[in-house]
């Protein structure tokens, strides 16, 4: 019985999701300009003076990548430290430690280029 339920509501979720996406693409398809004017406030060409969503975003991400440089540093020289005490004990956990360290380094160093 929970089966069948379970079952009738994921149909009915797929429909509801279909008509819903039926609904928006008659609209993008009856008023063209309209779409093509949301799409271009969201990417920052609103006209007006004012800056899209995209580039809000874009900015906020940026801004987000300048602070994981300092603090990503902190933390890899805590990892590197932690690893270090476990590589001398002989600890089976340090060389994934250290990888991981490693790899969290790379990634912090590549933050602004990734958020670019």
Known sequence: MAD????QRAKL????????LGVVALGCLLA?????AALRSAAGGGGAGGAGG????VRF???LADYTIPVGAAFSVLGLIW??????T???????????????????L???PIAA
């Open 4 to 7: 069948r339920l379970t079952n």
């Open 13 to 20: 979720v797929l429909v509801t999701a279909s008509a819903l």
């Open 32 to 36: 063209p300009e309209a779409a093509q």
């Open 54 to 57: 995209f580039d809000r975003f």
């Open 61 to 63: 991400v940026n801004r």
């Open 83 to 88: 690893g270090g005490m476990l590589f001398q």
């Open 90 to 108: 002989g600890d089976a956990r340090a060389g994934r430690v250290l990888g991981l360290v490693a790899l969290g380094v790379g990634i912090v």
């Open 110 to 112: 590549l933050s602004k």
